[in-house]
């Protein structure tokens, strides 16, 4: 006699039931067809990979978080904490095999040991979306399209924030602030979580309280006090006028204009990133009923992506879709995909021993489209069977006559609890797909 | 100046490039869709749990080579070697939660450090389906039904060979070696894989020569020399005459000829399985055009798939495919899906500030179900665009005019290098839908 060994999950994991499963599956399924149909293609690369790869950009918060541990072959390997910096790696290693601009999704599990107290967990599924090889406007544009049209489809209205880094860095060289850029970034990139005056402060003791006026002056205006194009022209004109980056603005917003979708766009000074990544366009999704959880998706333009594995500069674009928050968000919304189970319909086991032609039966109907089980086992009544169909959730109940594959069926519709009787397999197959 | 770190992957890992990736999900889709049609729903388990719990089973090749570590927090952790210890721990924890019989199916990657001069990864995906909770002959056809299927489905021919646990345990009672048995099931086990002078000596040592000989002959006529009911007839007359289990198999064989498939089924009594996990029905499967790799999908009935995790006793008949050793064999065959981008077309960028209007006409593309990607970049000539299609694996370039949502369409078709000028946009769907 063994002892039992408690069954338990790690803190931050989870176990994934049918009925959650089910829906993050769907959710998928919806996020990927979007990606398919703008041309993005899928990669994948190893969930354990050299720690040396993982930490390149040293980072103390990445550090502490890392699963990292030494192999049975004596490597110092690391689970990925997300996708960005496999893909960068990734790149530097299969840069001659890949058709530039590149443009890939990769959707995939990483693991961080966070602070499960804050509602994290510690494995969770990333989907990130990037184009690589062009430093075009239209690139940027077309990540900031695909999330709109991605998070449309998930059945959420969004309202997007961008900004230039670029342009933000001038306006501080005008300042003389150029030194501290990266520190007023950081500062301002907060400005939404904290009170004003503690942004004040800490921008005032950086850069002086003349200077800090004029950085909240700059990164003001994003509330709906100025259109998109009144504050492209304030803030142009704050950084000395016209440059490539107001002109890149320009640009986007002619596109944005051209495909019908400006209204959702905001330009908005105050979004930075904190990461010192990106160089170019940054942005930020809002759900327009839910703004207060936060951006949903965010990302940006780099100049660099490989920068640590390779000489060659590869410049890019891309942003991420954390699954977990959006299933938070959408089950918020309504909008969740459903938990409903892939057979509609289900064979009722009248007789055990006809099991063989129940599943030929079943056969028919698959091959009509219905997805269909089998119940396996046999019962003394049938309304047994009714009830194992509504507790697995199924829609339809099948039930054949003595001779399975010639007599006339029943179907029953478990919600209604009403049987349909006489029924040809065509006749069949009609009622089962009108029942819902 | 910082170093460069040398981009590459752990021994036994791989990354997958869009056309490996894209292969492998279109395949993954196939496998799931037969898993769903009959009514299996997924499920999903952490990558990362206690090791307690997945070295349950002790074992001396698992807990070589099994990832194992101890976490942040202090935890003794491993990562999945396989998806059976996850699922029993998951059954022992969720059985108050499950709708029983339970049909699940579960496809996910597990780790081994196996030495990788075998030709194995030590990263790969496993594709799991169990039904437990029953008893019945019919899950155990069910489970042979669905692996026939879903080959059938991924264009495989396949012969699948069976035996019955018990029928053998019953026979070596007969022959007083119940308490070597597991042995004999071992050294049975690997029969093709030795020559048959092996095989005899071995079992000659453990229960001498005359005994030996008796199981050879038991465990034989399974190269086409018997029927089904031949062979069924023969050791059922060898083990005292007709049992349950010769019922069971008697039950299992009117199943197959009921539901028409009963030629690919082979009973087979040298089939064993090592484990002695298995109590009762096993089996394997061979691709009838390349049976010398192996079996390719395994598996069978088990009575006590959570006992080291729970004192309810759950039993259930289950099966596996792997991933990579059926992507090998489908190459083979030359039977693997296509590794084709989702965009089968892809919108010409003549002019660069038009992009926004481009992808307006993409997505009338996209709403006619022609997955469509934009170029990016406006190039000095139209056959670098023609080229980048190529590179790309694009079957269609839509050449929109100088108005790109009034002006008639041209579609180049990238392989056949062919214009087709002056259409409408349903005549240009119409176009692009004839191209292969």
Redesign the interface.
């Known amino acids: 006699m063994?002892a039992?060994?408690?069954?338990?999950?790690?803190?931050g994991?989870?176990?994934?039931?049918?009925s959650s499963?089910?829906t993050?599956?769907k959710l998928i399924e919806k996020i990927e067809a979007s990606f398919?149909?703008?041309?993005?293609?899928?990669?994948?690369?190893?969930?354990?990979?050299?720690a040396?790869?993982l930490l390149?950009k040293g980072g103390g918060e990445t550090e502490?978080?890392i699963?990292r541990?030494?192999?049975?072959?004596g490597?110092d390997?690391a689970?990925r904490f997300d996708l960005t910096v496999p893909f960068a790696?990734?790149t530097?290693?299969?840069q001659n095999?890949?058709?530039f601009?590149f443009?890939?999704y990769h959707i995939g599990?990483v693991?961080r040991?966070e602070n499960t107290q804050r509602g994290r967990y510690r494995?969770f599924t990333q989907c990130d979306f990037d184009?690589i090889g062009?430093d075009?406007?239209?690139?940027d544009?077309?990540i900031l399209?695909l999330i709109r049209?991605t998070l449309l489809g998930l059945g959420a209205d969004v309202r997007i924030h961008l900004n230039h880094r670029g342009l933000f860095n001038l306006f501080l060289k005008r300042l003389n602030l150029t030194e501290k850029s990266q520190e007023i970034l950081q500062t301002v990139d907060k400005k939404n979580k904290v009170v004003q005056e503690e942004t004040f402060n800490s921008l005032a003791s950086l850069a002086g309280e003349d200077n800090a006026k004029k950085i909240l002056h700059f990164t003001g205006g994003n509330s709906g006090e100025e259109t998109f194009e009144q504050c492209l022209q304030r803030i142009t004109e704050l950084t000395g006028g016209a440059s490539p980056e107001s002109e890149r603005l320009s640009?986007l917003r002619?596109?944005?204009?051209?495909?019908?979708c400006a209204d959702i766009f905001v330009l908005d000074p105050s979004i930075t990133r904190g990461l010192d990544y990106y160089t170019g366009v940054v942005f930020e999704t809002f759900l327009t009923k839910l703004p207060d959880i936060g951006s949903i998706c965010s990302g940006g333009r780099y100049d660099n992506l490989?920068g640590?594995?390779?000489?060659s500069k590869i410049s890019g674009v891309g942003s991420s879709i954390g699954l977990d928050r959006m299933i938070a968000a959408l089950e918020n919304l309504g909008a969740l995909p459903s938990s409903a189970?892939?057979?509609k319909a289900?064979i009722c086991?009248n007789r055990?021993?006809?099991?063989?032609?129940y599943?030929?039966l079943?056969?028919k109907f698959?091959e009509a489209d219905i997805?269909?089980?089998?119940f396996?086992?046999e019962t003394d009544k049938q309304v047994k069977q009714f009830v194992?169909a509504e507790?697995?959730g199924?829609a339809a109940l099948i039930i054949p006559g003595e001779n399975p594959l010639t007599d006339p069926i029943t179907i029953r519709d478990i919600g209604k609890r009403q049987n349909t009787e006489g029924l040809s397999f065509t006749q069949a197959c009609k009622v089962i797909g009108e029942i819902r």
Chains 1, 2 share one sequence.
Request: glycine share 6%.
């Open positions: 063994t039992i060994i408690e069954p338990r999950v790690l803190k994991f989870r176990d994934f039931l049918p499963e089910i993050r599956i398919r149909s703008f041309g993005f293609v899928p990669i994948d690369t190893p969930a354990l990979e050299y040396e790869i390149g502490k978080q699963y541990f030494t192999d049975n072959g490597r390997v689970l790696r990734f530097a290693l299969h095999e890949i058709a601009p443009k890939r599990k693991w040991g494995e184009i062009s075009s406007t239209a690139a544009f077309e399209l049209n640009m002619r596109y944005m204009t051209d495909s019908g490989a640590l594995y390779s000489k189970v892939y057979a289900a086991c055990q021993e006809h099991f063989g032609l599943q030929t079943a056969l698959r997805p269909c089980e089998v396996l086992e194992l507790k697995k199924i």
